[in-house]
């Protein structure tokens, strides 16, 4: 199934679909583009770069038009009521739809659909990538945490950014008596922390966003914190301390930034974030990046209406810094690989490109 040669992509949807069909893979996922954007184009055209053969049969099943399907179906338009509710006379295109196995599910204003009809459909048809097309994640029952799991994360992308180590930090990682220092030398590496410095600065100053910032290495977190004055919460902060800074966090424009060890990932009260910065983190464990991804998936989209100068207001960042030439680089490969798989991208940025 190809597009029409007049049917051109505009930049914006062919990046939204570079997302889902990265690293050579389809996977599942949501898009999010603005009324007017032409999400059903970019649904159309996510189905034509599938390249799976297919005999090109369109069956309609609508409460005016009940059409068998007849074959190998290649495309099957309906509603999200006449899978999940259909009445007796729906029963077998149901069963039909239900006893096949789908390579696509695509699923329009996904936010706009009760999540237990979403369940029942996810349920009935067995697909193996699915693509919610939506112009806005905001409901007031707020159930895009649901549709993270049921359908897939919005495609954010992630950065790594590749601090180079100092000659000097880099010299002692190398001494044979520092062995049991070297964790601390490459996550103190001095580059990495004009990388979080500058992050800092940028996403406050310039975008005004709320900034998590990870580290379980305690000693980095206090040195950090106490240089760039930042409130932080560990495993030794009282739980009224706890509730004030994260009150101050949220509420306040004077409070921009937090610093968290790993206390952060099984608080049940963090806040939400739009930016994550990772300065370090546990050696295997994988699972944890997706954790605290979940606390800028789960942050409120800000109107697109309200964007200004081309700024994405919307956009959630996740940046990992790690030491170059160091055993983190060893370890961040394993990371990535394991986010990709669940639906992320990543992009690796070098610190003198961060900074110029």
Request: proline share 4%; hydrophobic share 35%; charged share 25%.
């Amino acid at each position: 199934m190809e597009p029409k040669p007049q049917a051109q992509l505009r930049p914006y949807q062919e990046e939204s679909l570079s997302k889902k069909f990265g690293n050579d893979r389809a996977r599942s996922g949501i898009i999010f583009l603005p009324y007017g954007a032409g999400k059903s184009l970019v649904g159309v055209s996510a189905a034509s770069q599938i390249r799976k053969s297919c005999l090109y049969q369109i069956c309609r099943f609508t409460s005016d038009s009940k059409e068998r399907l007849r074959g190998n179906a290649g495309v099957v338009v309906t509603t999200y009521n006449m899978v999940a509710c259909g009445g007796k006379q729906s029963k077998k295109i149901v069963e039909e739809i239900r006893n096949r196995e789908w390579g696509l599910l695509i699923l329009d204003e996904v936010d706009v659909v009760p999540a237990h009809i979403i369940r029942k459909v996810i349920s009935i048809t067995k697909s193996h990538c699915k693509l919610g097309l939506t112009a806005t994640l905001l409901r007031e029952d707020d159930p895009i945490t649901d549709l993270n799991f049921l359908i897939g994360p919005k495609l954010y992308e992630c950065a790594e950014v590749w601090c180079p180590m100092t000659k000097e930090f880099f010299a002692e990682c190398l001494r044979k008596e520092n062995s049991k220092k070297r964790q601390a030398l490459y996550v103190m590496n001095p580059n990495k922390f004009r990388a979080c410095e500058f992050l800092i600065q940028f996403h406050e100053q310039q975008r005004g966003d709320k900034i998590i910032v990870f580290s379980d290495n305690l000693f980095a977190l206090t040195e950090y914190a106490m240089k760039l004055r930042k409130p932080m919460i560990y495993g030794a902060t009282s739980h009224q301390e706890r509730s004030r800074i994260v009150h101050a966090f949220k509420n306040s424009p004077d409070v921009n930034t937090l610093f968290f060890s790993n206390v952060g990932d099984n608080l049940i009260d963090i806040p939400e974030a739009d930016v994550i910065i990772q300065i370090s983190s546990y050696a295997n464990s994988p699972c944890q990046e997706v954790q605290r991804l979940g606390r800028i998936l789960r942050a409120k989209c800000k109107n697109q209406d309200q964007t200004a100068g081309g700024k994405e207001e919307n956009n959630a960042f996740f940046y990992s810094l790690v030491s170059t030439d160091t055993q983190e680089m060893y370890y961040s490969t394993k990371r990535q690989q394991f986010l990709i798989d669940q639906g992320f991208s990543f992009k690796v940025q070098f610190l003198a490109i961060l900074l110029n």
